[in-house]
């Protein structure tokens, strides 16, 4: 009888430790979680309170009784908000056309074709990659300025499209494809063009919507070299434009309008990321830097 | 070998090649002369001789020394905070199955996020408005702190929202990998330890820690790599004038000699950019006889 006693009780301190562990990472999970969020509730919450509100709060507001909506109204008519969005769009989805372009190219060479010097200068590609941004920036720089580029979307794109390491991604994935569906194609009389856009693209696509989910995320955020290379507000990106309006624009003293104008330019994003989660996270943990 | 299958490979890596040549060999070679050219002129394109004028010239400029003081500074704290910090709650997040896929959504919010758009957020929250302190300077009155202007204020204030910035960024790569880590070690290993009796610090120290160094090393290699590199998430805190508020870093300052109010002088950006591709070159080699050592 008290031996069973004592397993009980033995058994009761394991289970409520096991309960305190577990409220103890609940919790500092929870915590960082609420570390994460707050920014994006507090970027949210300011620009929903009028600017007078805003500017009279003697001590900080946690939530707004009166949301207005007219700060985003400002946020659109004090600088060209929505030029910059399209500048945007323009940028990312001519760099991402030509990137898959070029990468496509490489990537099925380098897995389908034979040619001397394969191996060689695919070393040559990776070690490519090691090489930084900002050792290229100032020649590239130069170099467009003196093509006449600057303050074109020329000028933005061309430096941005070559990806050594989507076509390493890319090339990983053609070769899991098997040999037979090549060979039965040039039996066929298929041609190596139609055979890659018919037959492999389909195939790969997972990948393929990876990379450009990744180079999306990219040029949206992109901010160092379009501020190198325009000076024109007619060809600001979303990051140099919310940077100008910080400096020089109504974000000195109009905070909300500001915070409105950064939710318009992380929501497309934040929207993108709920979207793919998955294809996201998987792609990043494959290939992501930052950090 | 098939001489025309030969030149359709290169037809099919022609673009590739060409941008590869263009904006990354060429301006390799380009960067080192640059660096040695003395005394260049942008407008005339003419300079005075060969030399290593231009590194001592960036060696003694005191933005510069300020810069490379701001980035050590923050690669030496961010980079183990973050990765510690990430281990933590790595470790958390693999030991609960309900809420997870949630939790691991929110921790990763951060990555998809325009860093000079969520970096205005965070000035706000540290900036005084015209008749508040601020939300944080708000809420360290309540522990007693008096309150401290932490974006124009003292250096380490300064600083320290620079450090909380970078960790806020860097985080979810970390948690994310980590996490993935974690989820791959073999489960027989935990079992197999839990019927010796192990105890749960144990078999993280023991079995967790060894299966994932690798992944930890890779993951200091690159936070090394990255903070070295900083830049833009100082521009979204204190503005593009880095020098004028003391925050500048050593990317910032090769913009800066690039381009802006104190531009034009590609020479002297080519030769802080060679030093940092040195600095960032070492500490790499570094970390990597230490992994391997390790091992």
């Keep these: ?41 507090w970027m949210v919450l300011s620009s929903l309170k009028s600017p007078g509100a805003y500017n009279s709060e003697r001590s900080p507001v946690f939530f707004t009784a009166s949301p207005t909506l007219e700060n985003y109204g400002t946020a659109f008519t004090g600088v060209p908000l929505s030029r910059y969005f399209t500048n945007t769009l323009i940028f990312t989805l001519a760099t991402v056309a030509v990137m898959l372009i070029v990468i496509i190219l490489a990537a099925y060479a380098f897995s389908r074709l034979e040619f001397r010097g394969k191996n060689a200068l695919f070393s040559f590609f990776l070690a490519m990659m090691m ?24 000028g933005l794109i061309l430096p941005s499209v070559t990806s050594i390491f989507y076509i390493y991604l890319l090339k990983e994935n053609f070769e899991q494809v ?55 507000q007619a060809y600001f990106l979303v990051s140099n434009g919310i940077q100008e309006l910080r400096e020089n624009g109504f974000g000195r003293e109009n905070i909300p309008a ?8 992380s929501a497309p994003l934040i929207v993108l990321f709920l979207l793919f989660r998955g294809k996201i996270m998987e792609g990043v943990s494959r290939g992501g830097t930052k950090g | 070998m098939d001489y025309g299958n030969n030149r359709k490979a290169w037809l099919y890596l022609l673009p590739a090649l060409a941008f590869l040549l263009v904006f990354m060999v060429y301006p390799l070679v380009d960067v080192c002369i640059y660096a040695v050219e003395e005394r260049f002129n942008f407008a005339s394109q003419t300079y005075t001789g060969i030399g290593l004028y231009n590194f001592s010239y960036v060696l ?24 510690g910090l990430a281990l933590l709650i790595s470790v958390g997040l693999s030991s609960i199955e309900r809420l997870q896929r949630l939790y691991q959504t929110v921790f990763f919010l951060p990555y998809v996020t325009n860093t000079l758009a969520v970096g205005l957020v965070f000035m706000i929250l540290f900036k005084p408005t015209e008749y508040s302190p601020g939300l944080v300077n708000t809420l360290l009155a309540a522990f007693g702190v008096s309150p401290v202007d932490f974006i124009e204020g003292p250096y380490w204030a300064k600083m320290l929202v620079m450090c909380l910035y970078t960790v806020w960024v860097v985080m979810p790569f970390k948690i994310l990998i980590l996490t993935s880590a974690l989820a791959s070690v073999n489960r027989d290993y935990y079992n197999a330890a839990r019927v010796d009796g192990s105890s749960k610090w144990r078999i993280f120290t023991r079995i967790t820690l060894p299966m994932i160094s690798p992944t930890v090393f ?47 002088y590609p020479s002297f950006a080519s030769a802080a950019a060679l030093i940092l591709f040195m600095i960032v070159f070492t500490v790499t080699v570094i970390n990597l006889t230490v992994s391997r050592t390790s091992d």
Excluded at chain 1, 132 to 152: D, G
């Design chain 2, 218 to 264: 890779y993951l200091i290699i690159t936070g090394f790599i990255g903070a070295f590199k900083a830049y833009s998430d100082e521009v979204a805190i204190f503005g593009t004038n880095l020098n004028e508020s003391g925050m500048n870093t050593i990317v910032g300052y090769v913009y800066d000699m690039l381009y802006g109010n104190s531009g034009g």
């Design chain 1, 258 to 265: 500001m915070m409105a104008a950064v939710v318009v330019v």
């Design chain 1, 178 to 232: 098997p040999d037979e569906l090549y060979k039965a194609a040039k039996v066929d009389g298929t041609s190596d063009l139609k055979y890659l856009f018919t037959v492999l693209l389909p195939i790969c696509r997972p990948t393929v919507v990876t990379v450009v989910i990744l180079k999306i995320i990219e040029c949206w955020n992109s901010y160092v070299w379009p501020r190198l290379i325009t000076d024109e």
């Design chain 1, 1 to 41: 009888m008290k031996q069973a006693n004592d397993y009980t009780r033995i058994e009761r301190t394991a289970r409520r430790r096991e309960t305190a562990r577990k409220s103890v990472t609940y919790f500092l999970l929870s915590l960082w979680a609420l570390i994460v969020l707050f920014p994006f509730y």
């Design chain 1, 131 to 154: 090489i930084p941004n900002e050792l290229v920036v100032t020649t590239n720089f130069v170099t467009i300025t003196s093509w006449n580029m600057r303050n074109t979307f020329w």
């Design chain 2, 60 to 83: 003694h400029d005191p933005f510069f020394l300020q810069a490379v003081k701001n980035t050590f500074i923050l690669v030496l704290i961010t980079v183990p905070l973050s990765t």
